[in-house]
């Protein structure tokens, strides 16, 4: 491993140590022997599975941010059927929060608990989107790049380079400036600039599994090389890249709610970032104001990033050896 | 000795085809944009086409794209970034008037980042698993976690609006030029607080990897004590993806300033580019891209020559590429 490839899984934060081999126990040998060996080595994986999580749940962080997140999830969602409507101004005007109004009332007299509800709504909506879009494009690119080299191998490398050198959210502000801004073309310019750090790790990945003696002997079979990559290579790549998916959740927030703040976002819609935009003028005079959704978003990203922690240490056991 | 020209010059080349990829994406973004720079100048007064025609020649619009493309890309590289919308100054004057208040909070915040994030990062993985380590690491992880412009706001909340220690915005009291100290603190601090997070667990991490190695051992069994263990033969060899992750992070530090600024009023070239971007004043956005890309490969290229300088082993086989692929 060179000293760039450590740095460059270092720089995802999470990836402490080598990555997990997982399935690496398969011996080549069992393969060959027919069907009931493969019955064996289906339970064998399925227990290791079975106890990385519930390694992964028996931790207390786990738990405690777990609720959390799920909380956040579920205020967000259906908190805003119950809350009254974000819009209407028939409140008073800046009351700090109090029993009527449990995050108080804004400037022009809204009901900022019913605001800051709705605006979880695209802020979480934009994070898991996000995420899922980067894990399916790194998964695509990533495995055809480490599986297969070549010329798509080349390309991803100049491309993951390019966006590491160059930060994401500066091209994601211009392009978001450029050509409008509502949510399916932020949450496009996000997937676009952040996508290519879990093609990395993906590749990366595929690379060493490809490696492997299951491999080989799948080769050895006659199966086909899409059919490989699919059902034996992807599979094995894939704890980090879970992990690094998570992560994706997380900055996908903090980088929608930076734009947002600068006042790129949908203006119909407004985020917890499009919130703090409007509070920072009444800072003064509404502290409630700038507090709740810098809050909220503090406790989703922290929750998820925790949550990814953790499942990489369940995933990663050998980072838990210490000298 | 000659590899070693060899190896400068790819990463030369590979950093002005990286800023050429960079201008051209951008080039078609503001092609893609709606709008007709042409209609905003004349205004909603009806002109007839012969005048249209006139001013789209001489702002040479009338050009093929492809030739509008290279000629800007000429300009570019004879450092010439257009003139600003509206007030006609040009690009560059206007950043350069900005870049040094920029560089005033993000060189500290770097600096105070990378050495904190040394520091911090050793003694968490010297006591690793100990309740210092989860202090450290668990508060890095909670700051990781917060998004910066916000802790920028609660800092103003907490320090100016409520106790009155520190002002607000900008960078120094009505009618003085320069800089003041007081007005440096919190946004310095903003913007160093993601970053010394992001780079204390990076720290951290290569730490724990350069202890887990033999010559620590050695050194071990030497009776050395453990702070010269840890200081003299662990940070030397951790210190090495630091070297990679600081160059990064500069760039990093330069986007966070852009949101930093907004929030203090700051009047860098994080501010400019809000300004440009709100006022659509397209060849300033260009510009500051351009500049802060330019600044960035830069540092890479910096990055790798102190790279090379403290690992004496890529010296010597500087026949392999320093950034092989990841």
Same mark, same amino acid.
């Given at each position: 491993?060179?000293?760039?490839?450590?740095?460059?899984?270092?720089?995802?934060?999470?990836?402490?140590?080598?990555?997990?081999?997982? @399935?690496?126990?398969? $011996?080549?040998?069992?393969?060959?022997?027919? =069907?009931?060996?493969?019955?064996?080595?289906? %339970?064998?994986?399925?227990?290791? =599975? $079975? +106890?990385?999580?519930? $390694?992964?749940?028996?931790?207390?962080?786990?738990?405690?941010?777990?609720?959390l997140l799920v909380a956040m999830v579920l205020l967000s969602t259906l908190g805003p059927l119950f809350a009254g409507d974000p819009v209407a101004t028939d409140h008073p005007t800046l009351t700090p929060p109090s029993a009527e109004y449990p995050l108080g009332t804004d400037q022009l007299g809204r009901d900022y608990l019913a605001r800051v509800l709705f605006g979880g709504r695209i802020s979480l909506l934009v994070g898991f989107t996000v995420a899922f879009l980067c894990m399916t494009l790194g998964l695509i690119v990533g495995g055809l790049a480490g599986f297969f080299g070549g010329i798509v191998d080349a390309v991803l490398v100049k491309v993951a380079e390019f966006f590491q050198v160059i930060p994401g959210i500066v091209l994601a502000l211009v392009a978001a400036a450029l050509l409008g801004s509502n949510?399916?073309?932020?949450?496009?310019?996000?997937?676009? %600039?952040?996508?290519? &750090? #879990?093609?990395?790790?993906?590749?990366?990945? %595929?690379?060493?599994?490809?490696?492997?003696?299951?491999?080989?002997?799948?080769?050895?079979a006659g199966f086909s090389s899409l059919r490989i990559?699919?059902?034996d290579v992807i599979p094995n790549a894939m704890p980090p890249v879970i992990v690094a998916t998570t992560m994706t959740?997380?900055? *996908?927030?903090?980088?929608e709610s930076g734009l947002a703040f600068l006042g790129i976002g949908d203006a119909n819609r407004p985020s917890w970032g499009a919130l703090l935009n409007s509070a920072q003028a009444y800072m003064a005079a509404?502290?409630?104001? =700038?507090?709740?959704? @810098?809050?909220?978003?503090?406790?989703?990203?922290?929750?998820v990033n925790m949550l990814g922690d953790s499942l990489n240490d369940s995933l990663n056991p050998t980072i838990g050896r210490v000298k | 000795m000659r590899s070693a020209v060899l190896h400068y010059a790819k990463l030369l080349l590979s950093s002005v085809v990286l800023l050429l990829v960079v201008i051209t994406i951008l080039f078609l973004l503001l092609e893609l944009a709606p709008g007709d720079p042409v209609q905003t100048l004349v205004g909603d007064i009806p002109v007839s086409d012969a005048f249209r025609a006139q001013i789209t020649a001489s702002f040479g619009l009338d050009k093929p794209l492809l030739e509008r493309y290279l000629i800007y890309v000429g300009n570019v590289f004879t450092g010439n970034l257009g003139f600003s919308f509206?007030?006609?100054?040009?690009?560059?004057?206007?950043?350069? +008037?900005?870049?040094?208040?920029?560089l005033a909070l993000a060189l500290p915040a770097f600096v105070?980042?990378?050495?904190?994030?040394?520091?911090? &990062? +050793?003694? *968490?993985?010297? %006591?690793?698993?100990?309740?210092? $380590?989860?202090?450290? +690491? @668990?508060? *890095? #992880?909670?700051i990781f976690s917060i998004p910066n412009f916000w802790l920028g706001l609660m800092l103003i909340m907490l320090f100016s609006i409520t106790l009155g220690w520190l002002p607000t915005q900008g960078k120094s009291s009505y009618g003085q030029s320069g800089i003041q100290l007081q007005y440096l603190i919190l946004p310095v601090l903003t913007l160093a607080s993601s970053e010394l997070a992001f780079k204390t667990r990076i720290m951290r991490s290569s730490m724990i990897e350069a202890l887990g190695g033999d010559y620590i051992d050695t050194a071990r069994s030497k009776g050395l004590s453990p702070r010269r #263990?840890?200081?003299q033969h662990g940070l030397p060899n951790a210190l090495l993806p630091m070297v990679t992750v600081a160059g990064y992070s500069l760039g990093f530090i330069f986007a966070g300033s852009v949101l930093v600024e907004r929030v203090f009023g700051w009047p860098g070239m994080g501010l400019l580019f809000i300004d440009a971007i709100e006022r659509q004043n397209n060849m300033v956005v260009l510009g500051v891209v351009i500049v802060i890309t330019v600044t960035i490969l830069i540092v890479n290229i910096l990055t790798d020559v102190v790279y090379g300088l403290v690992d004496p082993r890529l010296r010597a086989r500087f026949a392999r590429p320093v950034r092989s692929v990841a």
């Amino acid at each position: 491993m060179t000293i760039d490839q450590k740095s460059s899984q270092a720089d995802q934060g999470e990836l402490e140590a080598e990555v997990p081999s997982s @399935g690496s126990s398969f $011996d080549p040998g069992s393969a060959a022997a027919g =069907a009931p060996s493969v019955e064996i080595v289906r %339970t064998r994986r399925r227990r290791r =599975a $079975d +106890s990385v999580w519930n $390694d992964f749940f028996r931790k207390p962080a786990t738990v405690t941010f777990l609720i959390l997140l799920v909380a956040m999830v579920l205020l967000s969602t259906l908190g805003p059927l119950f809350a009254g409507d974000p819009v209407a101004t028939d409140h008073p005007t800046l009351t700090p929060p109090s029993a009527e109004y449990p995050l108080g009332t804004d400037q022009l007299g809204r009901d900022y608990l019913a605001r800051v509800l709705f605006g979880g709504r695209i802020s979480l909506l934009v994070g898991f989107t996000v995420a899922f879009l980067c894990m399916t494009l790194g998964l695509i690119v990533g495995g055809l790049a480490g599986f297969f080299g070549g010329i798509v191998d080349a390309v991803l490398v100049k491309v993951a380079e390019f966006f590491q050198v160059i930060p994401g959210i500066v091209l994601a502000l211009v392009a978001a400036a450029l050509l409008g801004s509502n949510f399916v073309i932020i949450v496009t310019i996000l997937a676009l %600039t952040m996508w290519p &750090g #879990v093609a990395r790790i993906v590749r990366a990945e %595929t690379m060493r599994v490809t490696q492997l003696g299951y491999v080989e002997s799948a080769r050895a079979a006659g199966f086909s090389s899409l059919r490989i990559l699919w059902s034996d290579v992807i599979p094995n790549a894939m704890p980090p890249v879970i992990v690094a998916t998570t992560m994706t959740v997380g900055r *996908a927030i903090l980088v929608e709610s930076g734009l947002a703040f600068l006042g790129i976002g949908d203006a119909n819609r407004p985020s917890w970032g499009a919130l703090l935009n409007s509070a920072q003028a009444y800072m003064a005079a509404g502290w409630w104001l =700038a507090l709740f959704p @810098g809050l909220c978003i503090f406790i989703v990203v922290l929750s998820v990033n925790m949550l990814g922690d953790s499942l990489n240490d369940s995933l990663n056991p050998t980072i838990g050896r210490v000298k | 000795m000659r590899s070693a020209v060899l190896h400068y010059a790819k990463l030369l080349l590979s950093s002005v085809v990286l800023l050429l990829v960079v201008i051209t994406i951008l080039f078609l973004l503001l092609e893609l944009a709606p709008g007709d720079p042409v209609q905003t100048l004349v205004g909603d007064i009806p002109v007839s086409d012969a005048f249209r025609a006139q001013i789209t020649a001489s702002f040479g619009l009338d050009k093929p794209l492809l030739e509008r493309y290279l000629i800007y890309v000429g300009n570019v590289f004879t450092g010439n970034l257009g003139f600003s919308f509206g007030t006609d100054e040009p690009v560059i004057d206007l950043i350069f +008037s900005r870049i040094g208040n920029t560089l005033a909070l993000a060189l500290p915040a770097f600096v105070i980042s990378t050495t904190g994030a040394i520091i911090l &990062g +050793s003694i *968490a993985a010297r %006591t690793r698993k100990r309740w210092l $380590d989860g202090l450290i +690491s @668990g508060t *890095a #992880v909670a700051i990781f976690s917060i998004p910066n412009f916000w802790l920028g706001l609660m800092l103003i909340m907490l320090f100016s609006i409520t106790l009155g220690w520190l002002p607000t915005q900008g960078k120094s009291s009505y009618g003085q030029s320069g800089i003041q100290l007081q007005y440096l603190i919190l946004p310095v601090l903003t913007l160093a607080s993601s970053e010394l997070a992001f780079k204390t667990r990076i720290m951290r991490s290569s730490m724990i990897e350069a202890l887990g190695g033999d010559y620590i051992d050695t050194a071990r069994s030497k009776g050395l004590s453990p702070r010269r #263990v840890l200081w003299q033969h662990g940070l030397p060899n951790a210190l090495l993806p630091m070297v990679t992750v600081a160059g990064y992070s500069l760039g990093f530090i330069f986007a966070g300033s852009v949101l930093v600024e907004r929030v203090f009023g700051w009047p860098g070239m994080g501010l400019l580019f809000i300004d440009a971007i709100e006022r659509q004043n397209n060849m300033v956005v260009l510009g500051v891209v351009i500049v802060i890309t330019v600044t960035i490969l830069i540092v890479n290229i910096l990055t790798d020559v102190v790279y090379g300088l403290v690992d004496p082993r890529l010296r010597a086989r500087f026949a392999r590429p320093v950034r092989s692929v990841a």
